[in-house]
């Protein structure tokens, strides 16, 4: 997509309807069905990592990826995957409303995605080609935009902190020359914040190298408490080595220009805990990629 054409679409996602994604709001009040995930986000073009292992328990690595194919409706499953991890929810709990979410719940007792990982996740990771886990150069800009649209339901005890997006490096070079796993460029996160309350906010690793230790923050959204948690709105974009997020830039280091990037979306802990009923979950009622 075109770097003009690409800014005006995240551009007008800022009015976002009450209620999107891949497909229709279901069969209305009263119905005892949610419509299934695929009618709610745009699964076309994503994998799934659940907080479980091959085997469905949790603990260990590795973690379970689902794959497209698993995730759309198919002959083997007419409304594709759904679990305890990740399945449609009627938004008040009762069926009483026709509004629709996915819901997406990770323990902190969940199984990690390799031996260098150390939180699990129940986590998208979008794919611009479906089946391969491909990237876009940084420097080069996204071909996409992300939008999502989420409402916290509850938080891991410890740090209270759920990564619920990122734009994450895809490949680099080290100092030896030999190729690596690049950090995450960009973390958008929901956290307690110091005065009370919560807020979501979005954090830029300033060198990919480490160069240029920390990073620099912007807060995108406050509200008082879980109970109250409004509907939060994200949309975001890379173009001209910058993040435009929610209508607002935040600057990409140089060392990030030759960087392979891909988003990430849905529920990554900052903890792991003994407690199999404490971890994030979120519900999730827009993902789209345009």
Request: proline letters at 7%; charged letters at 15%; glycine letters at 12%.
């Amino acid at each position: 997509m075109h770097r003009r054409h690409l800014l005006l679409s995240l551009a007008s996602a800022t009015c976002l309807p009450a209620c999107g994604g891949g497909g229709g709001n279901g069969d209305g009040p009263g119905t005892a069905v949610p419509p299934a995930p695929a009618d709610l986000l745009d699964l076309t073009h994503v994998t799934l990592t659940l907080p479980v292992k091959a085997d469905g328990t949790t603990g260990g690595t590795p973690a379970r990826v689902l794959k497209t194919t698993e995730l759309l409706p198919s002959s083997r499953a007419a409304r594709g995957h759904e679990s305890d991890w990740f399945r449609s929810v009627w938004i008040d709990g009762t069926g009483a409303r026709g509004e629709a979410a996915v819901m997406l719940w990770c323990p902190v007792t969940g199984a990690l995605s390799s031996a260098t990982s150390d939180s699990p996740r129940t986590e998208f990771r979008h794919q611009l080609q479906a089946g391969v886990n491909d990237g876009w150069t940084i420097g080069a800009g996204s071909p996409v935009a992300m939008q999502l649209e989420m409402r916290p339901r509850q938080m891991p005890p410890q740090r209270g902190t759920v990564i619920v997006a990122q734009i994450h490096g895809w490949r680099m070079q080290d100092a030896s020359g030999a190729t690596v796993n690049a950090p995450p460029l960009l973390l958008v996160q929901i956290e307690p914040r110091s005065a009370g309350g919560w807020q979501l906010r979005a954090k830029i690793r300033r060198s990919a190298d480490g160069s240029i230790a920390g990073h620099d923050s912007l807060v995108l959204q406050t509200f008082a408490s879980l109970d109250e948690a409004p509907w939060l709105v994200l949309q975001m974009a890379v173009a001209d080595m910058q993040v435009h997020i929610n209508g607002q830039t935040m600057p990409i280091g140089a060392s990030w220009r030759d960087i392979g990037a891909y988003y990430k979306a849905g529920v990554y802990l900052d903890e792991i805990g003994s407690d199999p009923a404490q971890g994030g979950r979120l519900l999730m009622r827009r993902m789209v990629f345009r």
